[in-house]
């Protein structure tokens, strides 16, 4: 709870510190172009953001009891425009029961959701690529091996996005491992997320965006 409180009271400063990286100002890739404008920064209001916050309280209304996490809303929406952007077949989500959860599962309805508390829950066939990963990287530990497990099971179309980058020295370091290891490709930071694409046709590059 206190670093909690600490974050929300440094993060109008974050973002004042990332300001000249909004909107796809001095990005020269067309898909990285697209991908800020069109995806992250989208404003359009879709068809399923009028009854997923009524979905998010049914959620939370079942796991009464058991530790549950409310995801920002903006992050939500970002999720739900991430999957709608790929289509995954399988989404995988790890960490903390959130409200994320609805808006993951809302934006492809016939995918296979899978969700684990921790990386030795998570049950996937041999081989089976994770097309959507989703990691709250503040309640699933992230080690070398399990960064190592993950990257083997990515597809040119995957996505992973992980919870919580810029949260302290450790998610950071992590963060520097997924950006520079050879099986990923372009890759950007939003200070609240870390979103990671495997698409080795296009440029390997970093983007910092004020999210």
């Given at each position: 709870?206190?670093?909690?409180?600490?974050?929300?009271?440094?993060?109008?400063?974050?973002?004042?510190?990332?300001?000249?990286?909004?909107?796809?100002?001095?990005?020269?890739?067309?898909?990285?172009?697209?991908?800020?404008?069109?995806?992250?920064?989208?404003?359009?209001?879709?068809?399923?953001?009028?009854?997923?916050?009524?979905?998010?309280?049914?959620?939370?209304?079942?796991?009464?009891?058991?530790?549950?996490f409310w995801e920002s809303r903006k992050v939500s929406r970002l999720l739900f425009r991430l999957v709608n952007m790929a289509q995954p077949d399988v989404i995988v989500h790890v960490g903390r029961r959130s409200s994320a959860a609805v808006y993951l599962q809302a934006a492809k309805t016939t995918a296979t959701y899978l969700y684990a508390e921790s990386f030795s829950e998570v049950s996937l066939n041999d081989g089976m690529p994770i097309d959507f990963l989703f990691v709250d990287a503040e309640a699933a530990l992230l080690t070398a091996q399990v960064l190592d497990n993950l990257l083997s099971r990515h597809s040119l179309q995957s996505i992973y996005v992980f919870r919580g980058i810029?949260?302290?020295?450790?998610?950071?370091?992590?963060?520097?491992?997924?950006?520079?290891?050879?099986?990923?490709?372009?890759?950007?930071?939003?200070y609240d997320l870390g979103i990671v694409f495997f698409d080795k046709k296009k440029i390997k590059q970093h983007y910092t965006v004020n999210f």
């Open positions: 709870m206190y670093m909690s409180i600490i974050r929300k009271l440094k993060h109008p400063f974050i973002w004042l510190s990332r300001f000249r990286n909004r909107c796809g100002y001095g990005v020269h890739s067309p898909f990285a172009f697209n991908f800020i404008t069109n995806v992250i920064y989208e404003r359009l209001p879709y068809y399923a953001y009028s009854t997923l916050p009524m979905q998010e309280r049914e959620l939370a209304r079942h796991n009464k009891g058991r530790m549950f810029g949260y302290g020295k450790e998610m950071k370091a992590c963060w520097k491992k997924l950006q520079d290891d050879e099986r990923t490709g372009i890759t950007f930071d939003l």
